[in-house]
């Protein structure tokens, strides 16, 4: 989905300049994380309405994001509730906001297609019984073994933080 272009483009910058391109943003989260500084948060709603946020482990494939997290933790019984969520990042000249919602992978070719895009990266991850499981994970996953997601956007908002400066918004679907 999002390895298309977007269906509508919008300039939100104020100072004259003209909207970025969609490949520049596209270009940095097929790419995936420069360094482990490259953190990725999510943002979920508890049930009471109150927001929650979580650095996560993203990798990009055929144009969604994938992270896990164990079923016991917060971000993950926010999202059985509702899948709609956002995760925001600070990559290289581009600060990125993405809209959509999350939902489980089920599905064994694909969850060991994604967990060889995280092996490549270092993180010695498989695939078990339908589930993820690793020696470690960051601590806001939980224990193994772990739920994998699927993250598809529908809107993305970029500041470019380097030259060529600007501020676009990316509608989707």
């Known amino acids: ?57 993203v990798r990009w494939h055929d144009g969604d994001l994938y992270f896990n997290s164990g079923p016991g933790t917060r971000k993950a019984k926010n999202l059985e509730a509702d899948p709609a969520c956002v995760l925001s ?21 694909l969850m060991e297609s994604v967990a060889a895009k995280f092996r490549e990266v270092g993180w010695p991850v498989e695939v078990k019984d339908g589930r993820l499981t690793a020696p470690f994970s960051a601590p806001s996953a939980g224990p193994p073994p772990w739920d994998f997601y699927r993250f598809r956007f529908h809107t993305v908002t970029g500041v470019a933080t380097e030259e060529p400066y600007g501020a676009t918004r990316w509608l989707f679907g």
């Open 1 to 57: 989905m999002a390895d298309s272009k977007p269906r509508e483009t919008k300039n939100l910058d104020g100072y004259g300049f003209p909207p970025l391109p969609w490949r520049r943003p596209h270009g940095l989260l097929a790419a995936g994380p420069a360094d482990s500084r490259s953190t990725f948060f999510l943002a979920t709603v508890r049930p009471n309405g109150h927001a929650h946020s979580a650095g996560v482990g």
């Open 89 to 109: 990042a600070s990559l290289p000249g581009l600060d990125l906001v993405l809209e959509g919602e999350a939902t489980k992978v089920d599905d064994g070719a």
